[in-house]
Structures are given as structure tokens and as C-alpha cells.
């Protein structure tokens, strides 16, 4: 059984730039959250893909943006990268099923910089 | 939107003694989930509760569940060294899952 892969696990970006990560799912789980995580903090949820559709937002703005593909691997963009942005990003992997209602399965994160 | 509170932010024990965290929702909720992560690393499931007033265990590790589906506990007894991390608890509403700011453990030897 694979786990929740993501790329890449560092990357240092300057303010305005934009940055795409991704995540492989674990097999067998069709539904994929994103999570930002700043130091000392916990995840803060950004967004959920259930069927290559986002069915679900956190309290994040526009330039937060995602997609699914069909073999349930997903990519997270941030477009005009702020100071802010810097943090831990989580991608989690669920359960076929009803989505959100099963464990989530967590990839071992990007950590992104932003200077 | 749910806020989930979680107490205390930090808790240092000797080795061998009791740890308890406590979640708080603002709203009730259809299951909470509790999360273990170790320094450096990505949060791990541990157990999900999903019916008002359930207790589960596992070992040395008890988790409660509120009879208003709106708090919960996570206890460790006789904590060991192993047990080092940031525990959280996350309240599930709809479909989306919130996470508390965690209680990080340390054990003193």
C-alpha cells in the first residue's frame, strides 16, 4: 500500500511569485484535503477534492486554488505569494466513502518559504 | 465557522505520570478524531469517536467523547518517553474537519 507522497518537501519562493505543490494519494482513497500548517499551530484546512471537484473551502482566499486529477492525485497553487504563506502545507488522503467522514491520511508536507 | 479549542497548549511530565488534553467545540459535532505528531514530522490518526458518550482505549491511552457530542479527552496513563509530541483533536461538521492549535507533551527521563 502506497502512502501520501508529496512534492517538493522544501521550497524557498519570493513575495509575488507563485507555487504549485502536489500529492499523490494513498490507493484507494478518492478524496484529498489540503492543509496549511504555520510553526506551533495546527492544520488549518484550505480546501477538499472530492471527484475532481472542490466540495469544500476553509478561510482562504482566491489566489488558494487546487485540482484533482483523475487518478485522484492533486496539486495546490498559490498565486502572489505573501510573507505569510510561509508554512508547513499538508495534503491528506481519505477513505472512499462519504467524504470528510473517514481518518485522514497525511503526506509528510511541503514546507515553503516565502522572502 | 467551528472553532475548536484545545487545553493546555503545553504540558511537561516527569516520566510515569498522567497527561490529560481537552477539546472544546463551539459547535456540536458528528465524530472528533485525535491526531498525534511528532517533532518534525506530519500527523498520524489515532482514533475517531463517533457516538455521544463513547470511551475508547488503546493501551495505555484512553479517549472520551462528550454526551453533548461538543468536548473530549484524550488521557495517557503512566506517559513514557515514546509518548513525545503535539497531540490534536479535530471536530468533524459537514464536511469539514478543524483541528485545535494541540497540546505538545513533553517527558522528562
Known amino acids: 500500500e502506497t502512502g501520501v507522497t508529496q512534492s517538493p518537501t522544501h521550497?524557498?519562493?519570493t513575495r509575488g511569485q507563485q507555487v504549485t505543490l502536489r500529492c499523490s494519494s494513498q490507493s484507494g482513497h478518492n478524496t484529498v484535503s489540503?492543509?496549511?500548517?504555520?510553526l506551533g499551530q495546527?492544520?488549518?484546512?484550505i480546501f477538499q477534492y472530492y471527484r475532481e471537484?472542490?466540495?469544500?473551502?476553509?478561510?482562504?482566499?482566491p489566489r488558494f486554488s487546487g485540482l484533482q486529477f483523475p487518478n485522484y492525485s492533486s496539486e495546490l497553487n498559490v498565486n502572489a505569494l505573501e510573507l505569510d504563506d510561509s508554512a508547513l502545507y499538508l495534503c491528506a488522503s481519505s477513505l472512499l466513502g462519504t467524504p470528510g467522514n473517514s481518518p485522514l491520511h497525511f503526506g509528510n508536507g511541503t514546507r515553503l518559504t516565502v522572502t | 465557522g467551528q472553532q475548536v479549542m484545545q487545553i493546555p497548549q503545553y504540558q511537561h511530565v516527569q516520566e510515569g505520570e498522567d497527561f490529560t488534553?481537552?477539546?472544546?467545540?463551539?459547535?456540536t459535532l458528528s465524530n472528533i478524531q485525535w491526531y498525534k505528531q511528532r517533532p518534525g514530522g506530519h500527523p498520524v490518526f489515532l482514533i475517531q469517536l463517533v457516538k455521544s458518550g463513547e470511551v475508547k482505549k488503546q493501551k495505555r491511552?484512553?479517549?472520551?467523547?462528550?454526551?453533548?457530542?461538543?468536548?473530549?479527552s484524550?488521557?495517557?496513563?503512566a506517559t513514557q518517553t515514546t509518548d513525545v509530541g503535539t497531540y490534536f483533536c479535530a471536530g468533524q461538521a459537514g464536511y469539514q474537519l478543524t483541528f485545535g492549535?494541540?497540546?505538545k507533551l513533553s517527558v522528562i527521563p
Open chain 1, 11 to 13: 521550497l524557498i519562493k
Open chain 1, 34 to 38: 489540503w492543509y496549511q500548517q504555520a
Open chain 1, 42 to 45: 495546527g492544520p488549518q484546512f
Open chain 1, 53 to 61: 471537484e472542490e466540495n469544500g473551502r476553509g478561510n482562504f482566499p
Open chain 2, 21 to 27: 488534553t481537552y477539546c472544546n467545540s463551539s459547535t
Open chain 2, 61 to 72: 491511552l484512553t479517549f472520551q467523547f462528550g454526551e453533548a457530542k461538543k468536548n473530549s
Open chain 2, 74 to 77: 484524550l488521557h495517557i496513563t
Open chain 2, 101 to 103: 492549535k494541540g497540546t
